[in-house]
């Protein structure tokens, strides 16, 4: 298994351990935020894996595969890095708010 791989294996799932932590001791608005931010990152991967399960060929004007990066798989990525941006931000927001008391 590829180094970087495992790394995007890691990051995504402590992602996903941060924002479920997060959303089962949140409240309100905050549990509604941590919710978001895991729905929009889990769905990203299941879409990524789906898409990467599932491959569309892309046939380019000469009738063979282009070799292009499907849109399908650009929007989950769009989605599962929305939603880590998302829970970073989340934690720097906790971590400064700690800071200052």
């Given at each position: 298994m590829?180094?970087?791989?495992?790394a995007v294996v890691l990051i995504v799932g402590?992602?996903?351990?941060?924002?479920g932590l997060a959303a089962w001791r949140g409240r309100g608005?905050?549990?509604?935020?941590?919710?978001?931010?895991?729905?929009?990152?889990g769905f990203g991967v299941a879409a990524m894996l789906?898409?990467?399960l599932v491959?569309?060929?892309?046939?380019?004007?000469?009738?063979g595969i282009s070799?292009?990066?499907?849109?399908?798989?650009?929007?989950?990525?769009l989605l599962a890095v929305t939603g880590l941006a998302g829970i970073v931000l989340g934690l720097a927001a906790a971590l400064?708010?700690?800071l200052r008391r």
């Open positions: 590829d180094l970087s791989v495992v402590a992602g996903l351990a941060a924002a608005l905050a549990r509604l935020y941590w919710l978001a931010c895991l729905g929009l990152l789906l898409v990467m491959p569309v060929e892309l046939p380019d004007a000469d009738g070799g292009e990066m499907p849109k399908a798989f650009g929007v989950a990525l400064f708010r700690r």
